[in-house]
């Protein structure tokens, strides 16, 4: 659990705002997937990369999100112009390769970015 | 209706207590994760299932596939295993997403 880093692990913006939050995954990991937890709410997925592909973003707003996860670097998830609702904790989850075997389906978890807009 | 029920929501039970937390599930899985999330803290994935038991330490999971239900033990509870427990579903993908579904948490106080 300690390989995947988020950061940063706090962050405060006013209405209007941009926020980025990145996520480097496990060493050797190359699915990055993204959830949100709003207050008082259960994890909802967001969107799932691979390197410098979105495999699935059916769980991301259509509006004012986005996420990428370039060749080098660390997974971004951005939001424009964020806004009181989107005041949540954003957790960024990594897996090796999916494979037939059960250890393909390993996912490890990051401590988390709470976000809070003002 | 959640794909992913737990039950129950909230838990508050004395040390040294044996402590059940139930989750249902409606759709068809490939895996079934149990999640520990401190107040204020990362997640940290405890068991992951697609069949049967697994035991690590005080902690049990079990899985019934044909009933579509698993469930986590806690034996000799302790004030330190206070936390959300979270159950999670990996559905069958199928073209969809390829996340995990989660409830929404049961919320366990151990009181020494």
């Known amino acids: 659990n300690a390989g995947v880093m988020q950061n940063p692990r706090h962050l405060v913006r006013r209405r209007g705002q941009e926020a980025r939050l990145r996520c480097s995954p496990m060493?050797?990991?190359?699915?990055v997937y993204w959830y949100r937890q709003l207050p008082e709410e259960g994890l909802k997925f967001m969107v799932y990369l691979q390197k410098e592909n979105i495999i699935d973003e059916s769980g991301m707003p259509k509006e004012r999100f986005s996420a990428e996860f370039p060749k080098e670097g660390p997974s971004i998830l951005r939001i424009q112009q964020v806004v009181r609702g989107d005041s949540a904790a954003y957790f960024c989850?990594?897996?090796?390769?999916?494979?037939?075997?059960?250890?393909?389906?390993?996912?490890?978890f990051g401590e988390g970015s709470w976000l809070t807009v003002v | 209706k959640n794909e992913v029920e737990q039950s129950p929501q909230n838990l508050t039970a004395q040390e040294g207590e044996f402590i059940t937390i139930n989750c249902s599930y409606s759709?068809?899985?490939?895996?079934l994760h149990w999640l520990q999330q401190h107040p204020g803290g990362g997640i940290v994935s405890l068991f992951m299932l697609s069949s049967g038991k697994k035991k690590h330490g005080r902690l049990i999971a079990t899985i019934n596939i044909q009933e579509k239900h698993s469930s986590l033990h806690i034996t000799a509870s302790h004030p330190r295993d206070s936390a959300v427990y979270i159950c999670a579903v990996r559905p069958y993908s199928g073209g969809g997403a390829d996340g995990l579904t989660f409830g929404k948490g049961t919320h366990l106080i151990i009181q020494p």
């Open positions: 060493k050797g990991h190359s699915h």
């Open positions: 759709v068809g899985i490939s895996a």
């Open positions: 989850a990594s897996s090796p390769v999916p494979g037939q075997g059960i250890d393909g389906n390993t996912i490890y």
